[in-house]
């Protein structure tokens, strides 16, 4: 099994940046990736990074957002940048194991006010 919990200051004013850590420990994954959810809508995936490093971000995102793995500390990370108000939402951290079987972390609430 593969265990994630979130971690992160949630506040910011719009045109700020927040950074969001995902501690895993278990099993190990291979690919591990964050998503988002805004009250009435459906879980979206922002970023994405696989075992060999590659990386990928939605457009609604890209150019803000980036995502990275510091191994040492079994962190994943999502820089967000020029954040607005439409990014606000509850934050997950997700990760699949080598049986594709997906995991999620507890989510942390991220508002962006105007």
């Known amino acids: 099994q593969v265990q994630l919990v979130e971690s992160g200051v949630g506040s910011v004013q719009a045109g700020g940046a927040l950074r969001l850590s995902c501690l895993g420990s278990g099993s190990s994954t291979s690919w591990q990736g964050w998503f988002r959810q805004a009250p009435g809508k459906e879980r979206e995936s922002v970023a994405g990074i696989n075992s060999g490093g590659a990386t990928g971000v939605p457009g609604s995102v890209k150019g803000r957002f980036t995502i990275h793995q510091d191994n040492a500390k079994k962190t994943l990370v999502l820089q967000m940048n020029s954040l607005k108000p439409e990014d606000s939402g509850i934050y997950y951290c997700?990760?699949?194991?080598?049986?594709?079987?997906?995991?999620w972390g507890q989510g942390t609430q991220v508002t962006v006010s105007s």
């Open positions: 997700a990760g699949n194991d080598e049986r594709g079987r997906r995991y």
